[in-house]
């Protein structure tokens, strides 16, 4: 069993960046897959950013390649969000998830085991 706990939400001006965290407690192993997915009021949720956890090995949205950056703290189990250039579009319910298996770009919430609670990221422009 793994939980997952997101922090670093909050409102910032378009252009500006914020720094997402995921702490993980439990035991993530190599194999699995960390990954951050958002939700806009009215939409689906949506794939933003995967990480293999052995390796980091990364995959992206197109949306969002080129501005935001995962990556990882084996010694902490933390997972991070790195997003630079925002975007009142970014504007989202951001959550941390994580699969027991790496799948790269991979958009299927089903296949993600375990979720956060989420941490809104408003934009303004």
């Known amino acids: 069993q793994v939980q997952l706990v997101e922090s670093g939400g909050g409102l910032v001006q378009a252009g500006g960046s914020l720094r997402l965290s995921c702490a993980a407690s439990?035991?993530?192993?190599?194999?699995?897959?960390m990954g951050w997915f958002r939700q806009a009021p009215g939409k689906e949720r949506e794939f933003v950013a995967a990480?293999?956890?052995?390796?980091?090995?990364?995959a992206y949205a197109d949306s969002v390649k080129g501005r935001f950056t995962i990556s990882r703290d084996g010694a902490k189990n933390t997972v991070s969000l790195q997003m630079n250039s925002l975007k009142p579009e970014d504007t989202a319910v951001y959550y941390c998830?994580?699969?027991?298996?790496?799948?790269?770009?991979?958009?299927?919430?089903?296949?993600?085991?375990?979720w956060g609670q989420g941490t809104q990221v408003t934009v303004s422009s």
């Open positions: 998830a994580a699969s027991r298996y790496y799948r790269g770009y991979d958009p299927n919430t089903n296949n993600y085991d375990y």
């Open positions: 990480l293999r956890w052995s390796g980091g090995t990364t």
């Open positions: 439990g035991r993530v192993f190599s194999s699995y897959a």
